[in-house]
């Protein structure tokens, strides 16, 4: 099956600097690759989303770019600020389909 | 919309005890998952219907383990019987078939004594 790792598992940046995590996975039939946003005691909620026939994907301050060559991904928030302190999971599925998840980052931006 | 409702949110039990969790997923979602989230890892999926049939339950302990979606609606999962390593948030997940978008509950905190 599907073995999604993330690095780091903690992250603490300075308020305005940008935060980079960054995953590997196995499968190679994996096309679909979200990003999904978690604070203290609150449900899991996407953030974005890149499939396999992109390379890059940007929302705002949060962009995601994806190697599949490579099979890593990467999340990346520019200019954070305190409401971007959560625990962000990346997470793989090939076509919809038993969608796998890291292990999480605790990212805390110090104001 | 209304989102994905779950209950109970709390449950503590002892050891060998029995527990069920209900969730009913965003209306029009065809798609349901039962994922096993415990404390400082990522949500582990332990099964994944497709209407009212099972796509996958390749992690779900089936000694212990079942769950069921009548109708293809509503879902529980039940545990029978319950241990110390069960405990964790189990998370329901529905999404629109063909979308991967997965919009989760509340999530329903087991404890075991």
């Known amino acids: 099956g599907e073995n999604v790792e993330q690095h780091p598992s903690t992250l603490s940046v300075q308020e305005g600097d940008s935060a980079v995590i960054k995953c590997t996975y196995s499968d190679s039939a994996s096309n679909y690759f979200p990003w999904y946003k978690q604070e203290l005691g609150k449900r899991p909620q996407l953030i974005i989303d890149i499939r396999s026939n992109v390379g890059e994907k940007k929302d705002q301050r949060i962009a995601v770019t994806l190697n599949k060559t490579a099979k890593h991904f990467s999340l990346h928030i520019t200019e954070t600020q305190p409401e971007d302190s959560a625990v962000y999971f990346c997470a793989a599925s090939a076509n919809d389909y038993k969608l796998s998840f890291g292990a999480g980052t605790t990212v805390t931006v110090r104001a | 919309e209304a989102g994905v409702a779950q209950s109970p949110r709390y449950k503590i039990i002892e050891k060998r005890q029995s527990v069920a969790f209900w969730c009913n997923p965003i209306?029009?979602?065809?798609?349901l998952y039962w994922y096993q989230q415990i404390l400082g890892q990522g949500p582990k999926l332990l099964i994944q219907?497709?209407?009212?049939?099972?796509?996958?339950d390749s992690q779900l302990p089936k000694d212990r383990f079942s769950a069921e979606r009548l109708k293809g609606v509503d879902s529980t999962l039940k545990i029978q019987p319950a241990k110390l390593e069960d405990s964790a948030v189990y998370l329901c997940?529905?999404?629109?078939?063909?979308?991967?978008?997965?919009?989760f509950g509340e999530g329903s905190r087991l404890t075991v004594l």
């Open positions: 997940a529905s999404s629109r078939q063909g979308t991967g978008e997965l919009f």
């Open positions: 219907f497709q209407n009212n049939g099972v796509v996958d």
């Open positions: 209306s029009g979602h065809a798609t």
